[in-house]
């Protein structure tokens, strides 16, 4: 009769040691986020960083991550600008996005710019442990349902900045304004006009760029430098 033998699995011994470090400038979401790792991983260590100048800060002390979640949506970037500048100076860690924009265009342009994965916001915490667990184990996540956009919706540079161009000085202004995290209203103060003008704008922003959201026009607008 053979004696059985205890089998370590490496997720299993992953839970004592995982480290996560989490960057999120929503402190209910950051709650949740810590929820769902704590639901994959319940010895995890989590860190917390609501800003990418703050997660540059935790990263450039020398700390262990197995993997850093990151919010698109954080004050001070434009796009995928957090994205790409974590990439660059940490390329070993990888980095999944959790975001509440779930568009082919966007979750496409986040693989495109180094992402390890795409999770949305609305999924329900078990699935985002789910979803850790399989990233941290070597699979690609992405919403489920997705299908990469046709090649017609993925805008070149030179198209791009053909739709750029076509933008009206005061409607260049706006699209600035807008990738400086500002609301319509706070934009209509800076400008000195009304607020239903300053949506008139941003309705006429999206038309020329095809793009659905504001969210979406900062990231095709951090694409291509504005100022040149």
């Known amino acids: 009769m053979s004696e059985a033998v205890a089998t370590t699995y490496p997720w299993e011994s992953?839970?004592?040691?995982?480290s996560f470090l989490v960057v999120d400038d929503h402190p209910l979401f950051l709650e949740a986020l810590q929820?769902?790792?704590?639901?994959?991983?319940?010895?995890?260590?989590?860190t917390e960083a609501t800003s990418i100048s703050a997660a540059k800060e935790v990263l450039g002390e020398g700390k262990a991550f197995d993997l850093i979640l990151l919010d698109l949506a954080l004050p001070g970037t434009h796009g995928f600008d957090g994205l790409t500048e974590?990439?660059?100076l940490f390329p070993r860690i990888p980095i999944v996005i959790i975001s509440a924009i779930d568009d082919a265009r966007t979750i496409h342009a986040a693989m495109t710019n180094g992402a390890a994965g795409y999770i949305s916001k609305a999924v329900r915490k078990a699935d985002l442990?789910?979803?850790i667990r399989d990233v941290l184990s070597g699979s690609v996540?992405?919403?489920r349902g997705y299908t990469p956009p046709p090649p017609s919706m993925i805008a070149s540079t030179a198209e791009l900045t053909e739709r750029i161009a076509s933008l009206t000085p005061q409607q260049l202004r706006v699209l600035r304004l807008l990738q400086s995290g500002m609301l319509n209203k706070q934009i209509a103060y800076e400008l000195d006009v009304g607020e239903t003008t300053v949506k008139a704008h941003v309705s006429e922003i999206l038309r020329k760029l095809n793009v659905a959201s504001r969210t979406q026009a900062v990231i095709e607008a951090s694409k291509i430098d504005l100022d040149k």
Do not use: G
């Open 86 to 88: 974590l990439r660059r």
């Open 35 to 46: 929820l769902a790792v704590r639901i994959a991983y319940p010895e995890a260590k989590i």
């Open 129 to 131: 442990a789910d979803a």
């Open 141 to 143: 996540v992405l919403p």
């Open 14 to 18: 992953m839970a004592m040691s995982a």
